[in-house]
């Protein structure tokens, strides 16, 4: 079958939320609706004359007025495939901080979505509600931000190690480099302080957040992350 | 050693023994097994037989810091990898050396701009030796990296009094900095 | 006389063993947290990340062609399937076909950088496993195949070499005919390999009935590669997809693991399955090497694209090859610029990761380290 | 050491304490020498064999001639490393483990024969001692490695005090094999009926079970491939010895080329007829030269199986846990008895091979 074909089996099983297909680009994709991701993708999976048994990827895509959650799926019985799309637009205040879309998780439809999932809460934030285990996957645990956002600012040093091409080595900082660093932490404590920041769920706890709503900080609050002191490019990445 | 390092005048006896010492210590550099990114391959190439490190007694990589004398710093360093590479460094036992190979090891080599969590060159997290630059740099630049670390430590007092000694120390991790 | 105060000063407790990131079974900078009940283990947690190098931020602010040397450096031991792969998806969005001299040198040196790569899983198994040698003996034939690849790229490991729209270089007549004498030798020091290591009575013991993965559970964790045929599933994009005209008119066999030994996708049936799949690769080559056609190794539209950067219309391309680790997908989304907008991997060794925790448990920890080397993972294409 | 003693005794006129004294230093002053020069070119040997099985040269630049001079470097370079301790360690014990586990070798050598009349102590239980003695070793490891204070350290223990002590029933059990022949323990009769009878090996057919089953084990007791899973490398790092640097990391290296040593003397002792050669009579040479040339035919005889051990480890990957464990349960013991068993019929009846059929 074409993305045609399955377009038109999705719709006559009458799987909710189920948009439209589009065919502008090189590769044809079907939006769905957030609520019916779930549905859409175990019809998918379980349809004899479907047969989606693999999920190659999940990916979230920002743009400029919105993300995008894309799943690339496809059959190996009958050499066929499908991409899904879940859009969710940009608020119109907040940024990268505190701008979470949050979408219900596959990871129990397809066990591969697991991982692919926590990387894209690692990398762009975006929240999968009822993951099992929803911890960064590919940064430290401390990691502050996402980085794939358009407006992540780059980190000069994290928990000690410096990040910065001119950073001082750490074997020759002085002697009262340790002190310093203190200052320097409670410094960033106290401005943390009153951001609702992330932080990654115990292990071994089965539910790491509860519903997976964005956290309400106003922008005043969000946490300001020292900009990358190199030039200009360096410091905001550029956005198209 | 301890105490003595360093103490005893530059006269010919101590002068001897350092050599000889500074010769058991060049002629049997054995390096970590330690490979963290693509430079880590063609390191192996180098254990390999074509090029064959043990030629120089190098050649027997061991798995612990704590009997290895040299850590080739393989492959990009990032923040998360940062904490566990010092902590190599730190049980290793003295005298430790450390190659930097690679571009990214050497300054971030392709990952300096863009790379948000890459630590732009492994001098940041610990002392280097020898530089060894490349992307990655081939099996033959790093056995001349290698050489050129045997030339090092060849001539390294341990007894004797080093004229200069601060200075030449500095000029040691003169290239780090 | 006294009351003897009963005390239990015999007690058992759960070890927590901390398996890398510097280890040297792990292939890399992988990190599993193990939970061990003397030498079995009960429980595994994967940590990756050591080698998180942010391709993907890169590749959204380089150009389509400054992105490809990052694709080399992604699954380092097979750089010119990565550069295929990435020069597919740059290909499909802006709509040009290789040329058919490209599309052939494509096959060949894609194909004998599988055969490294192989090479080298079945050299570090072999030290996973305890035995040294077959390290050496591949990394000889390794380094032929180096000398062959460095002729037209240039480069030892990274090479950069198929580009948007074709190939980077051309190659000579005489390079064919080395690469055809190479397989001659290569089909030899196969036969060794199999003399030391695949048909030495320990390592079956070792591997065979190690690490099963059933089908089902190869397909839902999006096993691909030679873990997915290791299990049984006669599945290769090569054959059933084919990504380049030449693999419709090439024979070749996929080969899938038969449970010689043991089970259905047991460790020994994925090292076997990777072991003749190098043997197709040198029949591919074969075929392949007289077949080469005369004309252009470079499309006359992407020529220009290094003084003026390629500039897509929107859209989005998925595009998946066969990797010697497995399916190896660039999802590129254009939005008109000079760079993607967003440029995701689908990494296969980050997929056959995944299953390494359901694998884990209950097995002894040499088995650990046989069911992670028989995984053939690079770290650098998990944590990209 | 009784020849030590008389020609002190003779030639400076000491008796009592002070010849004893001499003769103790003399005996243990050559032995150290001996087990130093020996493990060095041992180690240069191995490196050498590995070298050539891989396609590759090995050590060819320190000294002049294939890096002869390459464990002489590495000797110098380990003894100037920095001793760590870990800070967690268990000190007394991290300290006294290396010394333990080479107490346990070196001991084992005072009753080694080189040669006729070469040998410190000739005694009665030379062969049991010899067993025994290496046992000691297991202690040091497991001090070693529960007083590092590390998780693979513990598991490097672990293995090899499981693995030692079971591998300590087939080797008995196999060594009583030509004690069963010989009516003997003491080694020096071994080569005195060699030298009658011809090579034990070909005594009976069950003397290749025996010598085989014996040689396996003493490949486990000695930790080499393939069954060097206290030290395997791609499992547990370093095992036992992942906490030890510098000179304390070689006394392990130093036990276990020692033990490879005693390993192979015992086989070429016990089966391929010790400083004796077929075609060769020694006795009714001049002193001197007939113990240099039994010392040499001996030297060969074990080095050649230094080099089997050699060659074993570079070719074979390594056995899991359990699988070591059943191969020395379910087949070196019930092979070992049963060549025992086969043995005591055979010489009981007289019988070499057997009867009708060769």
């Known amino acids: 079958m074409n993305e045609q074909e399955l377009h038109g089996k999705l719709s006559g099983a009458g799987v909710a939320g189920l948009g439209e297909l589009d065919t502008t680009g090189p590769d044809p994709f079907v939006v769905v609706e957030g609520s019916g991701i779930r549905p859409v993708l175990s019809f998918l999976r379980d349809d004899p004359t479907c047969r989606m048994e693999m999920l190659h990827l999940v990916t979230g895509i920002e743009r400029e007025d919105r993300i995008e959650v894309a799943y690339h799926v496809s059959s190996l019985e009958h050499h066929h495939s499908l991409t899904l799309k879940v859009v969710f637009p940009r608020p119109e205040a907040g940024g990268h901080d505190d701008w979470r879309p949050g979408v219900p998780s596959v990871a129990d439809i397809y066990p591969a979505a697991d991982w692919h999932e926590r990387e894209q809460w690692d990398l762009l934030g975006i929240e999968f509600e009822g993951h099992p285990d929803m911890r960064r996957i590919l940064l430290p645990d401390e990691w502050i931000g996402h980085p794939l956002r358009k407006d992540y600012s780059y980190p000069s040093e994290h928990g000690g190690i410096p990040l910065e091409l001119d950073a001082v080595p750490m074997y020759e900082r002085g002697p009262d480099w340790e002190r310093e660093e203190k200052v320097r932490k409670a410094k960033k404590e106290e401005r943390k302080a009153g951001t609702p920041l992330r932080q990654p769920p115990a292990p071994g706890s089965d539910r790491p957040h509860a519903g997976g709503q964005a956290p309400a900080s106003s922008k005043g609050q969000r946490h300001v992350i020292e900009p990358h002191s190199g030039d200009d490019d360096d410091g905001k990445s550029g956005a198209h | ?177 | 006389m006294y009351a003897v105060e009963e005390k239990n000063d015999v007690f058992t407790e759960e070890l927590k063993l901390n398996l890398g990131p510097q280890h040297p079974s792990t292939h890399g900078v992988l990190r599993v947290e193990l939970k061990m009940d003397g030498e079995i283990i009960t429980a595994s947690r994967c940590d990756i990340g050591y080698l998180h190098r942010c391709a993907e931020k890169i590749g959204e602010n380089v150009t389509y062609l400054q992105f490809t040397p990052y694709t080399d450096r992604m699954d380092y031991l097979a750089s010119m399937n990565n550069n295929l792969a990435w020069s597919l998806a740059v290909e499909k969005l802006i709509d040009v076909e290789a040329p058919e001299r490209a599309q052939w040198i494509r096959v060949i040196v894609a194909e004998l950088n599988r055969i490294a790569s192989h090479l080298i899983a079945f050299g570090t198994y072999g030290i996973d496993i305890g035995a040294n040698t077959p390290f050496f003996y591949a990394f000889r034939e390794r380094e032929s195949i180096m000398a062959l690849l460095e002729r037209p790229s240039g480069a030892r490991m990274l090479y950069n070499y198929i580009r948007p729209g074709g190939v980077g270089h051309d190659v000579d007549d005489q390079w064919l005919a080395d690469v055809l004498a190479f397989c001659d030798e290569f089909e030899r020091r196969w036969k060794e390999y199999n003399t030391l290591l695949t048909n030495s009575h320990i390592f079956i013991k070792r591997t065979a009935n190690i690490g099963v993965i059933p089908k089902d559970v190869a397909l839902a964790y999006g096993c691909t590669g030679p873990v997915l045929r290791g299990s049984g599933v006669k599945w290769d994009l090569r054959r059933d997809v084919p990504y380049l005209k030449p693999y419709d008119e090439l024979e070749f066999d996929v080969p899938v693991g038969e449970g010689t030994h043991g089970s259905l996708g047991d460790c020994w049936d994925r090292y076997w399955v990777r072991m003749r799949e190098m043997m197709e690769s040198i029949r591919i080559i074969r075929q392949a090497c007289p077949r080469v056609p005369d004309g252009p190794f470079m499309d006359k539209k992407t020529s220009g694209m290094y003084k003026t950067p390629l500039k897509p219309k929107p859209g989005e391309a998925y595009v998946r090859c066969e990797n010697p680790r497995g399916e190896l997908g660039f999802y590129v989304v254009s939005e008109g610029g000079t760079s993607p907008i967003r440029c995701r991997t689908r990494a296969p060794s980050f997929c056959n990761l995944a299953v390494l925790d359901v694998l884990l448990p209950g097995t002894m920890i040499a088995d650990g380290v046989a069911i992670i080397g028989s995984l053939d993972i690079v770290l650098g294409e998990v944590d990209r | 050491m009784e020849t030590i003693i008389s020609f002190v005794g003779e030639q400076f006129g000491l008796e009592g304490v002070l010849a004893l004294s001499i003769a103790y230093a003399v005996c243990i002053g050559s032995l150290l020498g001996f087990i130093t020069v020996y493990a060095m070119f041992a180690i240069w040997m191995e490196r050498k064999v590995a070298a050539h099985i891989q396609v590759r040269y090995g050590p060819m630049e320190t000294g002049a001639w294939h890096g002869w001079a390459q464990s002489v470097a590495d000797a110098v370079k380990l003894l100037f490393k920095e001793d760590l301790i870990p800070r967690s360690a268990n000190k007394v014990m991290f300290l006294a483990a290396p010394a333990v586990v080479f107490c346990g070798v070196f001991a084992g050598f005072i009753a080694i024969p080189f040669a006729a009349g070469v040998q410190i102590v000739d005694l009665d239980l030379g062969v049991f001692f010899i067993i025994g003695i290496a046992a000691i070793e297991v202690i040091g490891v497991i001090m070693a490695g529960w007083a590092s204070n590390s998780k693979y350290s513990l598991f490097g223990a672990v293995r090899e005090a499981a693995q030692v002590v079971s591998y300590e029933i087939p080797t008995a059990v196999a060594l009583l094999v030509p004690i069963l022949v010989v009516g003997s323990f003491r080694l020096g009769d071994f080569n005195a009926f060699q030298e009658e009878h011809g090579w034990l090996i070909f005594h009976n057919v069950w003397m290749p079970i025996a010598a085989l089953c014996y040689f396996i084990s003493s490949l486990a007791g000695c930790k080499r491939a393939p069954f060097d899973l206290p030290e395997a490398e791609s499992e547990l790092v370093s095992g036992f010895h992942t906490e030890y640097s510098g000179m304390r990391f070689s006394f392990f290296f130093l036990e276990e080329y020692a033990s490879m040593f005693v390993a192979a003397l015992l086989v070429s002792t016990l089966f391929f007829g010790g400083w004796t050669l077929p075609f060769l009579d020694v006795t009714s040479w001049p002193y001197g030269l007939a113990q240099g040339v039994g010392m040499a035919v001996l030297l060969v005889k074990t080095f050649f199986f230094i080099f089997v051990q050699m060659w074993l480890r570079w070719t074979l990957p390594r056995m899991r846990v359990d699988q070591v464990m059943g191969l020395g349960y379910k087949y070196l013991v019930p092979w070992g008895f049963a060549a025992l068993v086969g043995t005591a019929v055979f010489e009981y009846y007289g019988w070499r091979f057997v009867p009708g059929v060769f």
């Open chain 2, 1 to 177: 050693m301890g105490i003595l390092n360093h103490a005893l005048p530059n006269i010919g006896p101590v002068k001897a023994v350092d050599t000889a010492i500074g010769w058991g210590r060049k002629s049997s550099i054995w390096p970590m097994t330690f490979g963290i990114a693509c430079c880590a391959i063609e390191m192996m190439a180098v254990y390999a037989a074509t090029f064959d490190l043990d030629r120089f007694g190098a050649g027997v990589p061991r798995a612990t810091p704590r009997q290895s004398d040299l850590i080739i710093v393989p492959g990009t360093v990032n923040a998360k990898m940062a904490v566990r590479v010092k902590r190599l460094y730190d049980q290793m036992a003295e005298p430790r050396y450390v190659i930097a190979m690679g571009a990214c090891v050497c300054g971030g080599g392709p990952y300096v701009k863009w790379g948000y969590n890459t630590v732009k060159g492994v001098h940041k997290i610990i002392p280097v030796d020898i530089f060894v630059p490349g992307c990655p740099p081939r099996p033959e630049a790093l056995m001349d990296g290698i050489l050129k670390l045997r030339d090092q430590v060849g001539r390294d007092a341990v007894f004797a009094r080093r004229e200069q000694a601060g200075k030449e120390m500095d000029g040691r991790y003169a290239a780090a900095s």
